[in-house]
């Protein structure tokens, strides 16, 4: 069963993207959207896969672990509900994420 995420991109646009659970929602943004660039591959160095997620699902989600903090710490446009999508892995329970793309500061 697929999941839907809904992405305002880097540019304003609006998206509906659908995923297999158990993928990488930095790589489900890099290929299908605009503004997730993940230079590092995924390996939480770089901060060019920043999201911020809407209010209702920054509890779901949890949070963020050391490494993950200290580099959002490092940007200017962190929030509240910024995530580096690198480390979040889609699961059914996250059936109609939403998220805005932050375009990357790099």
Do not use: F, K, Y
Request: aromatic share 0%; net charge negative.
């Amino acid at each position: 069963m697929s999941i839907q995420i809904h992405v305002i991109d880097a540019n304003g646009h609006q998206q509906r993207l659908q995923a297999d659970p158990g993928s990488s929602l930095m790589e489900l943004l890099r290929d299908q959207s605009s503004g997730v660039e993940g230079v590092c591959g995924g390996c939480c160095a770089c901060g060019t896969c920043h999201i911020v997620l809407e209010s209702d699902w920054q509890p779901l989600l949890g949070t963020a672990q050391p490494e993950e903090e200290a580099l959002l710490d490092a940007l200017d446009e962190r929030t509240s509900g910024s995530r580096l999508s690198c480390q979040l892995r889609l699961s059914q329970e996250m059936d109609g994420l939403s998220l805005r793309i932050v375009p990357a500061e790099c």
